[in-house]
């Protein structure tokens, strides 16, 4: 039963994290997030996510960067809850580093 509560409160931070970043994000990129984020988008989400990841992997080549891996990771993170717990916690970590830079 604690590890479902826990997994809960990581589901929780994650989406509450993800929402913030989707307000720093131009709108209709947005907007491709949060329906990427929606649990009727798997099927797109779930190769997206294998894609961005890829992409990562060869970051040595023009155009694709190390960028990418992060954000198949995040979200991948959407449907593997082990995957939950180090995604918050990292973009936690991101969040106050950037409220922290605003002043």
């Known amino acids: 039963m604690t590890e479902q509560c826990e997994r809960r409160d990581y589901r929780a931070e994650l989406d509450r994290h993800l929402a913030w970043l989707e307000g720093k994000l131009p709108p209709r990129v947005a907007r491709f997030s ?19 990841i890829l992409g990562g992997i060869f970051s040595f080549l023009p ?6 891996l992060p954000l ?4 991948f993170a959407q449907d593997m809850p082990i995957l939950e717990k180090p995604m918050a916690k990292g973009l936690g970590w991101i969040e106050r580093r950037w409220r922290k830079r605003e002043g």
């Open 63 to 68: 155009v694709l960067g190390i960028w990418m």
């Open 34 to 52: 949060a329906w990427l984020r929606e649990p009727s988008s798997r099927m797109v989400r779930l190769p997206v996510a294998g894609l961005l």
């Open 72 to 75: 198949g990771l995040l979200l």
